[in-house]
């Protein structure tokens, strides 16, 4: 034991360096500060002594955390930080415009300043160079791509910014009483490079709160802080570097089984990567004293598309559903905002499906059968007008949510997908109504599982073409899951070359799927131990990652979003 301390925890001392010290404090492009690195927790383990003793004020304690988030949003994205800070400039001044001003033309002029300015850095980041590979492609030019470095979390910033100033608009709330307060709110670390995003409606009355971290404030976070470490290092990171990175990277070297595993990894991978980023987030918020939103609710046990996404990234759903869906009609108004998006995007896939059909027949009559499918979501409705006008925006608001993910046609798809679901759901329920005097027969808990094996299986398939490199990578993996055979001999080889990974998958769904009272039973067990006991686990957890590290620690999958 004193051999093992000498060799790992002693080394650690011993080893520090004037060059150490310095790369602690300077950005590194190849190693951004991660909540899952020994910087992070040695660095917030001294903020944290000193914020403790800043708990009681209130200035002072918000300029020490805007500067530590300065420096913490500098570590993960270098100069960057410096676009921060202006548009937090501007859009502070823009809201008290808008807040101030009697025109109501002027606050029209003042809001939509604000969203363009604020989607305009967003789409130069993001987007210019789809928009340049998208014209070199129609019209055969051969424009160079730019050499642009995307901001990691800028979506994020950016999407709670223009809610701010929006919920300005709507008299939802006051502007912040001053620009520290604002800046603190549009910064705050724990949230600000992957979310949950955070309204200001609901973040900015606990600023002006005092600051009360509770005994059970802490046992929470630690909790949610641990199974953070364990799902994001453990997990998502162990099955993502030894097979899922590997198979997509090159479907065809893999036998159908594993191409069908590889997708069944990435579902739990991804929903373990960022479930645990958000709870760490959560905790780590917990700690400072406050309360960040609730990002995930085992979303695989949903029983409808619908459902899922009401348990997923719900903190990204409920903002599209509100400064999005509501603004281009929601399921009353039909506007040219909300048509257009999916008109083009069925106009593009038949063009799509011409462009292929001396090829094959495939292609157009898959475009063809979608277009069909989406209009017999309203065609077959009662109330037809209001239907289309609730689909059509449902269509947009996918589409949209599909590229905020990120410039490419693979994201593009996976937001059709998930439109056309929630389209068809709709009409399903209308036609088929779920009857709650047969909620509890045996039979409708039959339909229950099989209608979230159903929803699960949809998500996992769409999955693949959000996780596919490219669009021809997506369908090859389609298509070497279509040649899967039942051939136990072989499935049982695979499995014993990969027994860790598809141990660490089944942990993954058990932990996905373990009822909601065991959950609670393990909690009360953890909250009656000791601090020391706590800190023990939390070493340990710490160690397990420090040891499950084999390729250093991995970015988070939404950091490049």
């Not at 003793?53 to 002072?60: E, V």
């Not at 789409?123 to 642009?148: E, H, L, R, W």
């Not at 739990?268 to 995930?296: E, H, R, W």
């Not at 160690?543 to 250093?552: K, N, P």
């Amino acid at each position: 034991m004193q051999d093992w301390f000498t060799q790992n925890i002693a080394s650690l001392f011993t080893d520090i360096t004037a060059e150490t010290v310095m790369n602690w404090f300077v950005f590194n492009p190849k190693e951004p500060i991660l909540f899952n690195t020994a910087l992070f927790l040695g660095l917030f383990l001294v903020f944290y002594s000193f914020y403790i003793t800043l708990k009681n004020t209130f200035y002072p304690r918000l300029v020490y955390v805007i500067l530590f988030s300065l420096f913490f949003y500098y570590k993960s994205s270098g100069i960057f930080f410096l676009l921060l800070l202006g548009s937090s400039i501007v859009d502070y001044n823009l809201g008290n415009l808008v807040h101030r001003t009697q025109s109501e033309v002027n606050k029209k002029l003042c809001l939509a300043f604000s969203v363009v300015l604020n989607l305009g850095f967003l789409g130069y980041f993001k987007y210019t160079n789809f928009v340049i590979d998208t014209y070199n492609s129609v019209s055969g030019a051969n424009f160079a791509f730019q050499k642009i470095i995307l901001p990691v979390g800028i979506s994020f910033y950016t999407f709670q910014s223009i809610s701010y100033i929006i919920e300005i608009y709507r008299k939802e709330i006051e502007p912040t009483k001053n620009y520290v307060d604002y800046l603190f709110f549009v910064s705050f670390f724990p949230q600000l490079v992957a979310g949950p995003i955070v309204r200001a409606k609901d973040f900015l009355p606990q600023i002006y709160q005092k600051s009360n971290v509770t005994k059970d404030d802490i046992n929470r976070a630690f909790l949610l802080i641990i199974g953070g470490l364990i799902k994001k290092t453990v997990i998502s990171d162990y099955i993502s570097i030894n097979f899922v990175d590997r198979v997509f990277d090159a479907p065809s070297s893999y036998t159908a089984f594993e191409n069908l595993m590889a997708s069944y990894g990435y579902a739990i991978q991804i929903y373990c990567d960022f479930s645990g980023y958000s709870d760490m987030a959560i905790g780590v918020a917990l700690l400072l004293g406050f309360k960040l939103p609730t990002n995930f609710r085992t979303p695989y046990q949903s029983a409808s598309i619908t459902e899922f996404w009401r348990r997923w990234h719900i903190s990204l759903s409920t903002w599209l559903k509100d400064f999005l869906y509501i603004s281009v009609g929601g399921n009353r108004n039909g506007t040219f905002a909300g048509f257009l998006f999916p008109a083009l995007f069925f106009f593009g896939l038949i063009v799509w499906g011409i462009t292929y059909a001396p090829v094959s027949n495939i292609p157009l009559m898959i475009a063809i059968a979608s277009t069909v499918v989406f209009a017999l979501t309203f065609l077959l409705s009662k109330d037809r007008e209001r239907t289309m006008f609730t689909n059509v925006n449902l269509m947009t608001t996918m589409l949209l949510g599909g590229l905020w993910h990120g410039a490419s046609l693979r994201f593009i798809i996976w937001g059709a997908l998930h439109g056309m679901a929630l389209a068809v759901h709709k009409i399903v329920m209308e036609i088929f109504p779920s009857k709650t005097e047969n909620k509890n027969l045996f039979f409708g808990g039959i339909w229950k599982v099989i209608s979230v094996l159903l929803t699960f299986h949809f998500v996992a398939f769409c999955w693949i073409f959000f996780r596919a490199k490219d669009f021809d990578t997506a369908l090859q993996v389609i298509n070497n899951i279509g040649n899967v055979t039942f051939d136990i001999q072989q499935w049982l080889v695979i499995g014993e070359g990969y027994k860790n990974v598809f141990l660490l998958m089944a942990i993954g769904y058990l932990w996905h799927f373990i009822p909601e009272k065991w959950v609670e039973a393990m909690q009360s067990v953890f909250k009656a131990l000791p601090i020391i006991g706590k800190a023990i686990i939390l070493g340990l957890v710490y160690w397990l990652v420090y040891a499950m590290a084999s390729a250093g620690p991995q970015p988070f999958i939404y950091f490049q979003f």
